[in-house]
């Protein structure tokens, strides 16, 4: 069972439980961003994936090479239909006997089910481990507050490693001057006993907390998708610029496989994202879902939105591929539309892959 965060002064939580701010969302983006502040991630969710044959089955069911995941090296696995299109996202972690994955609230209980159905007799045996542990956020200086969960004598600390480019993977984005660089995202696994002790921590002032909004934002800012933001029932990896982390192109196959090959060897995805300025002059911040508009064709939807500490406020969205960003566009919300600037992330010509060149830095798995 989780903490209880509203014992941290200030402290404001949503109806599920998950601390959005303690007061200055503004100003604890700075501090989290600087490594000041944890962040609790009530929003997320560990599954357990013990067994023999976990890596070599987990690398046989998804889009990552898992088979010589070493222990404590951080890696990302998607999930997909038949179609190609994203159902399921995970950080993966493997401390030698178990994968631990880290997942978005609601998408834990059907990535469970969906893995309980596809053990046939392998020697893997999943399960919800969220009533064991906790996910903590933080950045690199503030890793030295946390005693990481250790059960077979690896910390269990996930390392984002966006935007690089790991073995297999490709990116469509520019790599020179990606906001991502720098983002230095951690999650921390802490069994639900050190989370109690940190909440007295916090609630005495002994070390920052910071609540998702400042997650959120930070997130925003780099570029960096999410399952529980960017994804819809027609999303295809490419869309996202997911193929950097989340994607090995030259491993065996797994569902999905051949819409991969095909719109990134042959093709373009239909759809992209990109970074969505906007203006901040009536104090109004579009919805997530929020309709955009280029003149008066909708051509995409809002599917992040923040405040960001010096940038204002800032989006995802994910629009068609002709749409033009170079023409100011505009946000729906129920007050009128707001102005707003979108930037390129994905190209129009993503895919075609003799165009895009292939950067392999991050590991040896193969």
Request: hydrophobic share 45%; net charge negative; proline share 7%.
């Amino acid at each position: 069972m989780s903490a209880d965060w509203s014992q941290v002064p200030a402290a404001v939580l949503d109806e599920a439980g998950v601390l959005e701010h303690v007061g200055s969302p503004l100003r604890e983006q700075r501090i989290l961003r600087d490594g000041l502040a944890i962040v609790p991630r009530a929003d997320r969710r560990v599954l357990a994936v013990p067994g023999e044959d976990r890596l070599s089955w987990l690398d046989s069911i998804s889009t990552q090479a898992l088979k010589t995941l070493a222990p404590g090296e951080s890696s990302e696995l998607l999930v997909l239909d038949p179609q190609g299109h994203v159902e399921h996202a995970a950080s993966v972690l493997d401390d030698g006997e178990t994968t631990w994955l880290i997942v978005d609230a609601a998408d834990a209980e059907p990535l469970l089910t969906f893995l309980l159905r596809m053990r046939f007799r392998l020697r893997v045996t999943p399960r919800d481990a969220s009533d064991e542990l906790a996910v903590i956020g933080c950045r690199a200086p503030a890793l030295a507050h946390l005693e990481a969960a250790s059960p077979a004598g690896v910390p269990l600390v996930w390392r984002d490693l966006w935007p690089e480019i790991g073995i297999g993977g490709v990116g469509y984005a520019a790599d020179e001057d990606h906001p991502g660089h720098g983002y230095g995202a951690m999650e921390v696994l802490v069994t639900r006993e050190t989370e109690a002790a940190l909440v007295r921590a916090a609630a005495a002032g002994e070390i920052a907390v910071a609540g998702v909004l400042a997650a959120e934002a930070l997130r925003i800012a780099a570029w960096r998708p999410r399952w529980a933001a960017e994804i819809d029932e027609r999303t295809i990896p490419h869309e996202l610029d997911w193929l950097r982390t989340a994607v090995h192109l030259d491993k065996g196959c797994y569902r999905g496989q051949e819409t991969v090959a095909k719109v990134h060897n042959l093709g373009h995805p239909p759809r992209r994202l990109v970074s969505v300025q906007l203006d901040g002059s009536d104090a109004v911040l579009p919805a997530a879902g929020a309709e955009v508009r280029v003149g008066d064709a909708v051509v995409g939807r809002l599917t992040s939105v923040a405040q960001h500490v010096d940038d204002g406020p800032i989006g995802l969205a994910v629009v068609s591929r002709r749409a033009d960003v170079a023409t100011p566009a505009t946000v729906d919300t129920p007050d009128g539309p707001v102005a707003a600037a979108l930037i390129e992330i994905v190209p129009p010509d993503a895919g075609a892959a003799a165009s895009v060149p292939r950067l392999t830095r991050l590991s040896r798995r193969t």
